[in-house]
């Protein structure tokens, strides 16, 4: 009964896939780390946008009527 010659190599792995494997390894961390960077990118951009919005409400809220500008008293004539 002949299997095969070489029983002891059936579960090691070659040089090719170890590079194989860390290229991939290498991969995913590059692709992670890319997200990590435009996430923290959209959340500054995020709120800047909210604060400029937050201050325009503000302001809007600051200044509702004419007499808010002290401009009554050029259309109380």
Known sequence: ?????FL???HRITER???GK?????????K???NTVSKQLVEHHSSVRDKHT???VQFQKDFTTPQ???L???FND
Do not use: P, Y
């Not at 009964?1 to 010659?5: A, H, L, N």
């Not at 860390?22 to 590059?30: E, F, Y």
């Open 1 to 5: 009964m002949k299997k095969g010659r």
């Open 8 to 10: 002891w190599s059936a």
């Open 17 to 19: 896939q170890k590079a």
């Open 22 to 30: 860390a290229r991939s390894i290498k991969g995913k961390q590059l």
């Open 32 to 34: 992670n780390s890319r």
């Open 54 to 56: 937050f201050q325009h």
């Open 68 to 70: 808010d500008f002290r």
């Open 72 to 74: 009554g008293e050029f």
